[in-house]
């Protein structure tokens, strides 16, 4: 009996792992890839596969690969609305302390997705919707997340995606991206200098440790939220993404 449960167990940890390894290619993958990623037997991961298919967690295209399913969908937005309302008292302190507008969001696929954000108290502030979605390229939260995963994954992700130009600051160079995303790691902070909208500017930090990919921002008008401004308002921006990753550890 106790092999029995054991062996349930290890076959939901799989099943996990191989959503997990599908979200990682992209989305898509082959029985083969699959096998070559996770080490597993080819019948184990048919087996597992053809269950996630029934249960609507993963669709098999007409190609033969297979890819994400729907169903995915409700549990991802449930999560990232708990998440993102969880979070809200933390960016309202932040927004408390720094008076702009502090924004959460998180790795979705190829995409940044905002979970949550608390407004500045000023007339003239940024509004980012919640459920907003961007390529991680050209925001200052996408570029702190991307600056922590390993480079073959940036590369594999931007060769998907491209990187299109929100404005004429936009990075749309790889390399050029991959350099700076170096630059952010090694300082603990990325800015957004009107990279994706024009006239703003935007510091954000990544939550290290976090079980999702994640970052924090604070962001507001270039001539408020000036340079020097920035430097006042990084140990605050570090402390939140500080204790938000800590805070979703335990969550």
């Not at 295209?61 to 399913?69: D, E, F, P, V």
């Not at 700076?180 to 510091?203: F, K, M, N, T």
């Not at 939220?225 to 969550?251: F, G, M, N, W, Y």
Request: hydrophobic letters at 40%.
């Amino acid at each position: 009996m106790a092999r029995e449960s054991s062996g349930g167990v290890q076959s939901l940890q799989r099943a996990f792992d191989l959503l997990e390894r599908l979200a990682d290619a992209g989305g898509e993958a082959s029985l083969s890839e699959l096998a070559s990623a996770s080490g597993l037997p080819l019948p184990t991961i048919h087996r597992l596969i053809r269950t996630l298919v029934t249960l609507g967690y993963v669709r098999q295209n007409s190609n033969r690969r297979y890819t994400l399913g729907s169903r995915l969908i409700r549990l991802g937005e449930s999560a990232s609305r708990q998440f993102g309302t969880w979070a809200r008292p933390f960016l309202a302190a932040l927004v408390d302390q720094v008076e702009e507008t502090a924004n959460l969001a998180v790795l979705d696929g190829d995409e940044v997705v905002y979970v949550a954000q608390v407004p500045s108290r000023h007339s003239m502030r940024m509004f980012t919707e919640v459920g907003r979605r961007l390529l991680p390229h050209g925001t200052g939260v996408g570029k702190a997340i991307l600056s922590q995963l390993p480079r073959d994954e940036v590369r594999a992700l931007l060769a998907r995606t491209g990187l299109p130009a929100y404005t004429p600051n936009t990075i749309t160079d790889a390399e050029e991206l991959l350099a700076s995303l170096d630059r952010i790691a090694e300082q603990g902070y990325a800015l957004d200098e009107s990279e994706q909208e024009l006239g703003v500017r935007c510091i954000a930090v990544p939550l290290v440790g976090a079980p999702t990919l994640a970052a924090v921002s604070v962001s507001g008008p270039e001539g408020r939220l000036t340079k020097e401004a920035v430097d006042r308002i990084l140990p605050e921006v570090l402390e939140i993404a500080k204790r938000l990753s800590a805070q979703s550890a335990l969550a």
